[in-house]
Nanobody, 126 residues
């Protein structure tokens, strides 16, 4: 079993920054990790993903250049640094893993991940 806990969310003004963390426990073996978000009334969407080593990353077009995903395998933690935040970034942010090392062809789909955290709220005020 894998357990994921997100933290670091909060209220920030437009243009501000937040760093989300996702702590992983259980049978974690440095697998692929993803971040998704869900805004009120909208479907959950892909934000970013990182492979087991951190040597590969990908981002949604809407966050590319503003968000940075990284990981510290010694701490079993994945981070999402969010800069230049906009009101449209307001959402609940979730981390997920699927216990595989590399992305494959469905890393941007919800179905590509078997384990999910409970989410952390990010609110960006205008």
């Amino acid at each position: 079993q894998v357990h994921l806990v997100e933290s670091g969310g909060g209220l920030v003004q437009t243009g501000g920054s937040l760093r989300l963390s996702c702590a992983v426990s259980g049978r974690f073996r440095n697998y692929l990790m993803g971040w998704f978000r869900q805004a009120p009334g909208k479907e959950r969407e892909f934000v970013s993903a990182i492979n087991w080593s951190g040597g590969w990353t990908d981002y949604a077009v809407s966050v590319k250049g503003r968000f940075t995903i990284s990981r510290d395998n010694a701490k079993n933690t994945v981070y999402l640094q969010m800069n230049s935040l906009k009101p449209e970034d307001t959402a609940v942010y979730y981390c997920a893993t699927d216990q595989r090392y590399d992305a494959g062809d469905n890393y941007y789909n919800l179905s590509g991940y078997a384990y999910w955290g409970q989410g952390t709220q990010v609110t960006v005020s205008s």
